[in-house]
């Protein structure tokens, strides 16, 4: 059965991310009130990843394990792309692999290309989770490569752009910017122009990066998607440290880190964490969210 971003293309390319949390939910209660036992697997795996998008990886591992046992149960079968995505925000590298290794060969063998864009969306958000660049804009090349598949190109856009800047290849991360702000223009959100932003802050300097980070840190903070906010916030926190403003980076590397802690992004928080030390703070593991002074 192929994957369908079922009931949130539109919200998908308009990047609308309270549209898609409330689309996804509704047709996940549609399908199990009606009995929709062959529909279900697929709205459980849409809201999902909205869950993931929103920060929320508890709800969405919630989500793949129903998941998979509807499937057991019914004999359904579902690539575990949502499963992909959760292990790469989660930092799990290892599960990652597992489940790129016992799927990803018949995800091929049946044709599915989005779902190899898919996954390798999912390997840059990992890479780029774990500080591993080269390899994040390598995978997030090969996902926004195809724009007929719109919501992993579009979104494996915006890892190239921080992938190709944090390796050397700025050349590279200002054409993934130049298509990524076509795209987060039209879509006119804040989660688009947040995001648009973000990308445009990294292939900035002074007063113009400083001000398009505030402005992808304002707009992300009026959306459902935490683990992007926190994102922006490292991001504007290690370029603050860059420009020897250690005492501005704490503040904002402190929330990035309590915000990715706390929903378990475990490779960001810990990128987060190693930032934090370097301005001289003492920071607790990753079992807690708290931050000592």
């Known amino acids: 059965m192929r994957w369908l971003w079922l009931a949130s293309s539109d919200a998908c390319e308009l990047w609308d991310d309270e549209s898609w949390s409330v689309l996804s939910s509704h047709h996940v209660e549609l399908a199990r009130a009606a009995g929709a036992f062959s529909m279900l697997p697929l709205t459980l795996n849409n809201l999902a990843v909205a869950k993931v998008l929103a920060g929320e990886l508890d709800a969405a591992?919630?989500?793949?394990a129903e998941l998979d046992a509807l499937c057991e149960a019914t004999g359904t079968e579902i690539a575990p792309y949502t499963a992909l995505v959760l292990a790469a925000w989660r930092g799990r590298e290892r599960e990652?692999?597992?489940?790129?290794?016992?799927?990803?060969?018949?995800?091929?063998?049946r044709g599915e290309g989005v779902g190899v864009l898919i996954a390798q969306w999912a390997r840059a958000v990992l890479a780029n989770g774990l500080g591993r660049y080269t390899e994040a804009a390598v995978a997030a090349r090969e996902a926004g490569a195809h724009p007929l598949n719109p919501s992993p190109g579009n979104?494996?856009?915006?890892?190239?752009?921080?992938?190709?800047?944090?390796s050397g290849q700025p050349e590279l991360a200002a054409d993934a910017f130049g298509r990524l702000e076509s795209i987060t223009r039209a879509g006119g959100t804040d989660w688009a122009l947040g995001i648009q932003a973000?990308?445009?802050?990294?292939?900035?300097?002074?007063?113009?990066?400083?001000?398009?980070?505030?402005?992808?840190?304002?707009?992300?903070?009026?959306?459902?998607?935490?683990?992007?906010?926190?994102r922006a916030l490292l991001l504007y926190g290690e370029w603050l440290r860059r420009e020897n403003r250690r005492v501005d980076?704490?503040?904002?590397?402190?929330?990035?880190?309590?915000?990715?802690?706390g929903i378990g992004a475990e490779g960001f928080a810990e990128r987060a964490r190693r930032e934090l030390v370097a301005t001289g703070e003492t920071v607790r593991g990753l079992t807690t969210t708290h931050v000592t002074r």
């Open 61 to 64: 591992a919630s989500h793949v």
């Open 249 to 261: 980076a704490r503040e904002q590397f402190a929330p990035a880190y309590e915000l990715l802690a």
């Open 198 to 230: 973000r990308a445009h802050a990294l292939l900035s300097g002074g007063d113009a990066a400083e001000r398009l980070y505030r402005e992808a840190i304002e707009r992300l903070g009026r959306t459902r998607l935490r683990g992007e906010l926190a």
């Open 96 to 109: 990652f692999g597992d489940l790129i290794r016992a799927a990803l060969g018949d995800v091929v063998a």
């Open 155 to 166: 979104w494996g856009l915006s890892e190239l752009v921080e992938g190709a800047v944090r």
